[in-house]
Nanobody
Framework: QVQLVESGGGLVQAGGSLRLSCAAS????????MGWFRQAPGKERELVAA????????YYGDSVKGRFTISRDNAKNTVYLQMNSLKPEDTAIYYC?????????????????WGQGTQVTVSS
């Protein structure tokens, strides 16, 4: 059974940092792109960051550029999201997802496996 399990979420003050992890089990995703999405109450799910299979290419949404960093460790079948300078508007449930392709695609429909999500709350 394929599982993606996120961890590292929590409550943090504005300006603080969190590091999210996503551990995959059941199969390897070393040939797949990976992404972090988020969904805030009343808003659509949005792609925050994505990384190609090798880690050679990355994508960041405009709202997180310069603050968030995505990385992966294929030996551990794990992807990370380092979040710095957090803002209250970053508050959301963050989901890890495994892409269907090796290269980055921006649309949620191109991601086939999803984690359950981890809550990130940033207080002002």
């Amino acid at each position: 059974q394929v599982q993606l399990v996120e961890s590292g979420g929590g409550l943090v003050q504005a300006g603080g940092s969190l590091r999210l992890s996503c551990a995959a089990s059941g199969r390897t995703f070393s040939s797949n792109s990976m992404g972090w999405f988020r969904q805030a109450p009343g808003k659509e799910r949005e792609l925050v960051a994505a990384i190609s299979w090798s880690g050679g290419s990355t994508y960041y949404g405009d709202s997180v550029k310069g603050r968030f960093t995505i990385s992966r460790d294929n030996a551990k079948n794990t992807v990370y999201l380092q979040m710095n300078s957090l803002k209250p508007e970053d508050t959301a449930i963050y989901y890890c997802a495994a892409g269907r392709y090796s290269d980055i695609y921006l649309y949620a429909r191109t991601y086939d496996f999803w984690g359950q999500g981890t809550q990130v709350t940033v207080s002002s």
